[in-house]
């Protein structure tokens, strides 16, 4: 149970275009989700916190306006990188949870990676 | 360009050694703990939890070591297998009924055989 499914698993697109990642909870309702980026060799940097029905909380330092974060559903949410460039490619996971002062469940990430 | 990033401790061990792998978190607010296990080009993977009331616990072939005074914890990995070969993370939460993890740097772990 409780698992998390990313699409893409990676991406390739031009500068200036924006990309959409999607995250679903499969098998249970999760009224919040988090983002994460991770570089390379690096540890997993919070983003933002998704709330279902409602606007997200972005950390220091993410610009909203470049991330735009989507929580229609208890099951979906999705992040739009908008006119990316090549420093945004990174690796995104999201991660949802059961319930909370449970463990966060993360799904297998998306490779964006912008030419 | 190259992105200029951390240099991630790793230990090596025999396969069928128990490793153990060590984290100091930040904050002494922090109520709830969790070792992930992340294999290459993939999400990180749930292994153990703690809360700051306990200062032991143990799985199956894994045990979660938690020093409240210094603020640090482990994970020991009993009888290493080359599955176990991965990057691992700790992370904290602090308490109020979020989720929000903050997760430290990682450890590489390389299982030799």
């Known amino acids: 149970g409780a698992v998390v499914s990313q699409h893409p698993s990676w991406v390739i697109c031009k500068s200036g275009t924006s990309v959409k990642i999607e995250c679903r909870s499969l098998?249970?309702?999760?009224?919040?989700m988090f983002w994460y980026r991770q570089f390379p060799k690096q540890s997993l940097m919070l983003m933002a916190t998704?709330?279902?029905?409602?606007?997200?909380?972005?950390e220091q330092g993410v610009e909203k306006d470049k991330f735009l974060i989507n929580h229609a559903s208890l099951t979906l949410s999705t992040l739009t990188v908008t006119s990316a460039h090549p420093e945004d490619s990174s690796f995104y996971i999201c991660?949802?949870?059961?319930?909370?002062?449970?463990?966060?469940?993360f799904g297998n990430g998306t490779r964006l990676t912008v030419t | 360009g190259e992105s200029v990033g951390l240099h991630l401790p790793t230990l090596s061990v025999q396969e069928g050694d128990n490793s153990i792998i060590n984290c100091a978190y930040s904050n002494s607010a922090s109520d709830y703990f969790i070792w992930y296990k992340q294999e290459s080009g993939k999400g990180p993977q749930f292994i153990i939890d703690?809360?700051?009331?306990?200062d032991k616990r143990q799985g199956q072939r894994v045990t979660v070591l938690l020093n409240k005074t210094v603020k640090h914890l482990s994970l020991q990995i009993a009888a290493t297998q080359p599955g176990d070969s991965a990057v691992y993370f700790c992370a904290e939460n602090i308490g109020g009924g979020g989720n929000k993890l903050t997760f430290g740097t990682g450890t590489q772990l390389k299982v030799e055989l």
């Open positions: 703690i809360r700051s009331n306990m």
């Open positions: 991660s949802a949870v059961v319930q909370m002062g449970s463990p966060l469940h």
């Open positions: 098998d249970f309702q999760a009224t919040t």
């Open positions: 998704s709330n279902e029905g409602s606007k997200a909380t972005y």
